[in-house]
């Protein structure tokens, strides 16, 4: 955990005060994606049980979740490829299913695993993806070209995992869209090129553009993503800024102090109280803020830091119920749990 300074306002630190994310101009248009009750089955499974999903013009909006939580489906739903079972998908309005080609002039799509043509050249493969928008800007596309360290020469077949990324990043980047649907889009790149990549989202975002951002890479979220949703099991389970989220979930607090570490543990809203070379740490529970803000400002503190949650541990917050969730069911099924 990397705390605050002692000198950092204690309201900043808690994330009391949410940042203002986007203009009110971009507030009030209509989102560009909209999904409410999204449900997707195949066969017997629910890939989809329900998700409402808002993203708002000119975001970058974090959609997390570990493999098999439904985020590729939603994309799919969202490009237009699979039809949902029930609900509602909306792209600039209208229904990716019912009108693909419409929706598809201002998308790009970037997948997780790429698959090219492989007898054609890595030019050959971004001339192509980039002519289905409308053809690349040449001169942004030499520009990728060299950042992303990319030899377009060489036949597609020819590629690493990551180059085939670069191939697709550099077709999606070198010509202007309004939405750009990236979904687990730094697989495989080094930490240089996912640089890059980071470099170029707040380029088109700048420009104007909206960007859905699919990842399981939680500081690339973290550093990218003007709001996020976390999705399990087919659903949002939480929706909102970074410090929204924050808000609502348990505040850490280190102090050194006369006040003995018994007093704080009996009052309510504190947990994981423990000593740490000399210093008391605790998680409080925003609800009781005040009353723990009112003890210790008694107790002659003197010193005091506090820090929000990481996104790592709000997104461990909800998959760590959901892992302990499934632990007891195996627990009961295989006889070793017993009822309370």
């Known amino acids: ?75 799919r739903i969202l490009l237009g490829l699979i039809r949902p079972t029930s609900g509602k998908a909306r792209v600039f309005g209208m229904d990716p299913w019912a009108e693909p080609v419409r929706a598809h002039r201002d998308i790009a799509y970037v997948p997780g695993d790429v698959t090219l043509w492989p007898n054609l050249t890595g030019g050959e493969v971004i001339d192509l993806l980039a002519g289905l928008r409308g053809g690349a800007d040449e001169g942004l596309r030499r520009q990728l070209i060299d950042e992303f360290d ?28 309004r939405l750009y649907l990236l979904d687990e889009p730094s697989s495989g790149l080094d930490p240089v090129m996912d640089a890059v990549f980071r470099r170029h989202v707040r380029r088109v975002t700048a420009d104007g553009a ?7 890479i939680l500081a690339e979220v973290e550093q990218l993503c003007d709001r996020v949703t976390i999705i399990r099991s087919g659903a949002a389970v939480e929706s909102g ?44 529970d925003p609800a009781h803020l005040s009353s723990v803000l009112a003890d210790l400002a008694a107790a002659g503190i003197t010193g005091i830091t506090a820090a929000p949650p990481s996104l790592e541990e709000l997104f461990m917050r909800h998959y760590g119920e959901q892992a302990a969730g499934r632990e007891s069911r195996v627990s009961l099924k295989s006889g070793k749990g017993q009822a309370l």
């Open 210 to 216: 909206t960007v859905l951002l699919s990842s399981h």
């Open 1 to 75: 955990m990397c705390w605050k300074a002692c000198g950092t306002p204690l309201a900043s630190a808690l994330g009391v005060v949410a940042a203002t994310q986007g203009t009110a101009m971009h507030q009030a248009q209509p989102p560009v994606i909209h999904t409410a009750g999204l449900v997707k089955r195949f066969g017997g499974t629910a890939a989809l049980a329900g998700l409402d999903l808002s993203v708002r013009p000119g975001e970058v909006h974090g959609f997390l979740g570990p493999n098999g939580a439904g985020k590729s489906t939603t994309l």
């Open 241 to 284: 800024t970074l410090a929204e989220l924050r808000h609502l979930t348990r505040i850490r607090f280190r102090i050194t102090s006369t006040l003995a570490p018994e007093v704080l543990a009996a009052r309510p809203g504190i947990h994981d109280l423990r000593s740490d070379g000399g210093s008391t740490v605790f998680d409080a």
């Open 150 to 177: 990319f030899d377009p020469r060489k036949k597609a077949r020819t590629y690493s995992k990551g180059n085939r990324q670069k191939a697709a990043l550099i077709a999606a980047f070198a010509r202007p869209a």
